[in-house]
């Protein structure tokens, strides 16, 4: 069973950029495909971008397209996602998962969760 512990969150401006780390531990984490999620007070969890285990798929909410990039590192057991251009409505606990099957793009589909990392974008 994989555990993931997510860091990186913090208070930025609109315009700026924030890098998230998700770091596993107690599974292969090469067999996981991985996601980044967020949860933003009184919405619904929703996705933001995931990547297959070898990192050969990718897919990225219309919303973040173009500012964030979901990357992973086999070796480090770890996983990323720059964010640029971030806008308020970015604001949210943003939240590592991982599956230990084909990458999709629907929450609920992931078996194992980070306790989440805050973001919080100032206009």
């Known amino acids: 069973q994989v555990q993931l512990a997510e860091s990186g969150g913090g208070l930025v401006q609109a315009g700026g950029s924030l890098r998230l780390s998700c770091a596993a531990s107690?599974?292969?984490?090469?067999?996981?495909?991985m996601g980044w999620f967020r949860q933003a007070p009184g919405k619904e969890r929703e996705f933001v971008a995931v990547?297959?285990?070898?990192?050969?798929?990718?897919y990225y909410a219309d919303s973040v397209k173009g500012r964030f990039t979901i990357s992973r590192d086999n070796a480090k057991n770890t996983v990323y996602l720059q964010m640029n251009s971030l806008k308020p409505e970015d604001t949210a606990s943003y939240y590592c998962?991982?599956?230990?099957?084909?990458?999709?793009?629907?929450?609920?589909?992931?078996?194992?969760w980070g306790q989440g990392t805050q973001v919080t974008v100032s206009s």
């Open positions: 998962a991982a599956r230990a099957s084909s990458v999709t793009v629907e929450v609920y589909d992931y078996d194992y």
């Open positions: 107690g599974g292969t984490f090469s067999t996981y495909a």
């Open positions: 990547i297959s285990r070898r990192g050969s798929s990718i």
